[in-house]
């Protein structure tokens, strides 16, 4: 059967509406007499309402099919961002946001279509593209609201919307549903709609089990260095907002641009257990670094850092998931995509929260530290999972 390349699109559309809020979330809580402890509250909401809902796609992806999932998805999509341009408190805006997140599908659908029509040897490479795709997103987000901005902090809100709004029709006409027929539909049960039981259900499989404990550590750095990097330059540095941005920009282009080109040949030469474990000691290095940096204020160790960062990330977490994917039967491809989502919207919470308190109350270096250590465990888990599979099927 053929790949759909639609799917390129709808990662594309995963990161879209959180990559304009990012640099725009300080006007759009300004609006309303917002804190910094607003947009706290913002991504909170987002989190939180992506945690406890990113499961419960993901089973349903197996139940009711891939497509359903997406079109469900790009409609609460449509009305939250939508809902951003009519909000007039903090409340509504929180409102919004948890609304996108708790229809928020469109990850597990879109790498369970992926893993739908591509085989075991094809399936790490194609995920490192469509990460590419949805890296793209956090690069063209902040464009659409450098745009827009001009007409109100809301106003980029209405066109990633109205984006959201076209790309249901799109799906509607050009994604095909890729679903295999082997799948049974399930009666709804309980059970479905409550994500944690389904996440948890997930955690107790002894094949993926570790794996998903890896994403959730590695997805822990991510979140703890983006959150927490700007406050480290701004403390130890005289560097201007301007300056910062561009180094968060260029990490972005360098991750979409390593993962389009570079992470999938890797993971064909070497396989996902050694990209794992590779992905994995580069980021942990990259995070030494940037301990340096906290120590000694040189701008050398931040950017060595952040560029090794950037290198190793794309690697560690395409194979790992790459790794979950093959682990998985068919019919469960759904279930597991979104138990990804789940441990990914889980560090999303706790990353930023365990950063904050560390650099605080320990010292500034510390999250780092800590990023370093889950970087190499996440590698580390990676290889031993395929290393005990061998041991496994030789037992056998």
């Not at 549903?177 to 009666?187: A, C, D, Q």
């Not at 259900?201 to 570790?210: A, E, F, V, W």
């Amino acid at each position: 059967m053929r790949f759909p390349l639609y799917l390129f699109f709808t990662s594309f559309l995963i990161t879209l509406g959180f990559g304009t809020l990012i640099p725009l979330a300080p006007a759009l809580v300004g609006k309303f007499g917002g804190t910094a402890s607003s947009i706290g509250l913002l991504f909170a909401a987002y989190s939180f309402s992506r945690f406890v809902a990113t499961p419960f796609w993901g089973a349903q992806c197996d139940n009711i099919g891939r497509k359903k999932v997406l079109m469900i998805s790009l409609t609460g999509a449509a009305l939250g961002y939508g809902g951003v341009w009519f909000a007039t408190s903090m409340w509504m805006l929180a409102a919004c946001w948890a609304v996108v997140g708790l229809t928020d599908g469109m990850a597990a659908a879109t790498y369970a279509a992926a893993a739908d029509r591509t085989s075991s040897a094809d399936r790490s490479r194609v995920f490192a593209r469509l990460n590419a795709a949805s890296g793209l997103g956090f690069v063209v987000g902040p464009l659409l609201g450098a745009a827009t901005i001009d007409l109100g902090p809301a106003a980029p809100f209405a066109l990633v919307a109205a984006i959201y709004a076209s790309a249901i029709l799109a799906t509607y006409h050009f994604m095909p549903e890729t679903r295999p027929e082997s799948v049974k539909t399930e009666t709804f049960s309980f059970r479905q709609s409550n994500s944690v039981a389904v996440l948890i259900s997930q955690l107790r499989l002894p094949t993926i089990r570790n794996l998903l404990i890896g994403i959730f550590l590695m997805w822990l750095v991510v979140m703890s260095v983006a959150t927490n990097l700007a406050s480290l330059i701004e403390i130890k540095t005289d560097w201007s907002p301007e300056q910062v941005a561009f180094l968060f920009s260029a990490r972005g282009v360098m991750d979409v641009l390593l993962s389009a080109l570079v992470v999938p040949f890797v993971v064909v030469r070497l396989g996902e257990a050694r990209t794992a474990l590779m992905g994995g000691l580069v980021v942990g290095t990259g995070a030494i670094l940037i301990v340096a940096f906290a120590w000694t204020t040189s701008a050398a160790f931040v950017f060595a850092g952040v560029l090794l960062f950037s290198i190793g990330q794309p690697h560690l977490q395409t194979s790992l998931i790459g790794l979950a994917s093959l682990a998985t039967p068919e019919e469960r491809q759904g279930k597991v995509q979104g138990a990804i989502q789940g441990c990914q919207s889980s560090a999303e919470i706790t990353g930023p929260l365990s950063a904050g308190f560390l650099a605080e109350g320990v010292s500034p270096a510390s999250p780092y530290m800590l990023s370093a250590m889950a970087a190499v465990i996440a590698g580390r888990l990676g290889w031993d999972h395929s290393v005990l599979r061998k041991r496994k099927s030789e037992w056998i």
